[in-house]
């Protein structure tokens, strides 16, 4: 019976190997999909009307199982570097 690398061939193995691992790495750090720079939106401290407001409407939804985020663009460099 062949080996994988005798039925692909060692450089195409390799080629194949290469991109799964990079596959990996992208699926590990969340940088697949611009949506995972997105933030979900948090309760703040309490103090002005905007912040009540804002937690009122958040606890609401998440009655429901639903949260809020925000969009933020996906910025690569920012992510290599673990920055988001």
Do not use: C
Not at 6 to 35: C, F, W
Not at 44 to 65: D, H, P, T, Y
Not at 70 to 76: A, F, I, L, T, V
């Amino acid at each position: 019976m062949l080996s994988p690398a005798e039925k692909v061939g060692d450089g195409r193995l390799q080629a194949i190997e290469s991109n799964y691992a990079m596959l990996l790495k992208h699926a590990i750090t969340a940088s697949l999909n611009p949506e995972s720079a997105w933030s979900i939106l948090r309760q703040e401290g309490e103090g002005s009307l905007r912040s009540i407001l804002k937690s009122w409407v958040l606890r609401q939804f998440a009655k429901r199982n639903v949260v809020l985020v925000k969009q933020r663009p996906y910025d690569e460099q920012r992510r290599q570097l673990g920055r988001d």
